[in-house]
């Protein structure tokens, strides 16, 4: 993992689209602006592979998106596919299970000296809350499901996970400092919350613990995405 020299690369700007050549022009315009690109399922499925090596030409680091949940085999195949695609950061879903996520680790370990990617676990995702579990059977406050699958995760090699912000600083006294925390559900007080349940500023989420926040539609719906990016860089710093 590269250091994080100054606030706006904590940002991983969210390209939920499948418009490849709006993906490109915001990827290129924002260069400078965010840390780099978060591609997920939607983009990935409507351009596969060759999209996302569109929008990476631009130089600007990726998290790979696609939330890979499968048998430990497949998992560990999909993560040495992805490793073409020379991703910072790819991501399982930590309710896959130990044997899962080391495998996955593991695959990730195959990478070329000096590329491997960072592995993170999905832990609730931001968009449910306590009776969302419950519908599914899992009896527990999200805050203790997170804190349950995030030592699950770190115990099973990975790098970190991703949680809501509301969760950074229970698990920061629960893995430690030397596990990353990725935190999506970010929103600027002038933004909506729009489909996000568990949310808090860019500016809350680092003095909070986060290592990178993952910011979309504040960003990519603003009117000028680089002053948008600017405006939350500048509450960062």
């Not at 696609?66 to 993560?79: E, M, Q, R």
Request: hydrophobic content about 45%.
């Amino acid at each position: 993992m590269v250091g994080i020299e100054h606030a706006w690369q904590r940002i991983f700007v969210a390209l939920d689209t499948t418009d490849v050549g709006r993906a490109v022009e915001l990827a290129h315009g924002l260069k400078g602006s965010v840390g780099g690109v978060k591609l997920g399922k939607e983009f990935f499925t409507a351009n596969g592979p060759e999209g996302v090596h569109r929008v990476t030409e631009c130089g600007m680091p990726l998290f790979l998106d696609l939330k890979y949940h499968d048998i430990p085999n497949t998992v560990a195949g999909a993560i040495r596919a992805a490793l073409s695609l020379n991703p910072f950061l790819v991501n399982v879903h930590a309710g896959g299970g130990r044997r899962m996520m080391q495998a996955a680790a593991s695959a990730a370990d195959e990478a070329e000296p000096g590329t491997r990617p960072g592995v993170i676990g999905v832990t609730v995702l931001t968009s449910m809350a306590r009776e969302d579990l419950v519908e599914v059977g899992i009896d527990e406050e999200p805050l203790e499901h997170v804190l349950r699958l995030g030592r699950l995760a770190k115990s099973s090699g990975l790098d970190g996970v991703v949680c809501s912000a509301k969760e950074v600083v229970a698990l920061r006294g629960s893995v430690g400092r030397d596990f990353l925390l990725v935190v999506p559900g970010i929103r600027p007080q002038w933004a909506s919350a729009d489909d996000q349940r568990r949310v808090v500023t860019p500016k809350d989420a680092v003095d909070l613990g986060a290592d990178y926040l993952v910011i979309g539609r504040p960003i990519t719906g603003h009117s000028d995405p680089v002053e948008a990016a600017r405006l939350i860089a500048e509450e960062l710093a």
